[in-house]
């Protein structure tokens, strides 16, 4: 099996991979890291995104060895530790979670997307979660949360 050497929340790790072996899968059972969720393994519902070499990817559509190299970031890299970053605050401030299933791959997509565009109007969020599936909320406190963490986000 190939090795990929990897800086996963900061921390480099060289591991053998399964050429078959799904980002997401290796996150989960190399890394043991549960805050990406799997939902679909299909690409359609952004339970998976992680942000990779600064780019938000769904890590259920990429293979782990196509990562050799890359720094990658998983919703546990932001908080600082019992601090919440203030998008994830802005989630729970907004209510904008409820079984939370979706909330990391929502997270990190909006926190991208605040990056971005520190400026999002509701119609910048609602097409830039186009990606993301919550099958519990209406959606509009996940819009007021984002509008909410990306005001934090530039202070």
């Not at 800086?7 to 805050?35: C, W, Y």
């Not at 196509?66 to 989630?91: C, N, R, V, W, Y």
């Not at 907004?94 to 997270?107: A, S």
Request: hydrophobic share 35%; proline share 3%.
């Amino acid at each position: 099996m190939p090795a990929i050497t990897v800086r996963v929340n900061g921390v480099e790790a060289t591991k053998e991979v399964d050429p078959r072996t799904l980002l997401s899968t290796f996150i989960r059972e190399q890394m043991h890291l549960t805050g990406t969720h799997v939902g679909c393994d299909t690409s359609q519902c952004g339970a998976c995104v992680v942000s990779v070499n600064g780019a938000t990817v769904k890590s259920c559509a990429v293979f782990a060895w196509q990562m050799d190299g890359a720094e990658i970031k998983t919703i546990e890299s932001l908080a600082d530790g019992d601090t919440l970053h203030p998008m994830q605050e802005a989630f729970r401030n907004h209510h904008g979670l409820q079984c939370g299933f979706c909330t990391p791959g929502m997270v990190m997509t909006a926190v991208d997307m605040a990056e971005k565009n520190p400026d999002l109007s509701e119609d910048d969020i609602r097409h830039g979660l186009e990606g993301n599936i919550c099958r519990c909320t209406g959606y509009q406190n996940i819009v007021d949360a984002v509008k909410a963490g990306a005001k934090a986000m530039r202070g």
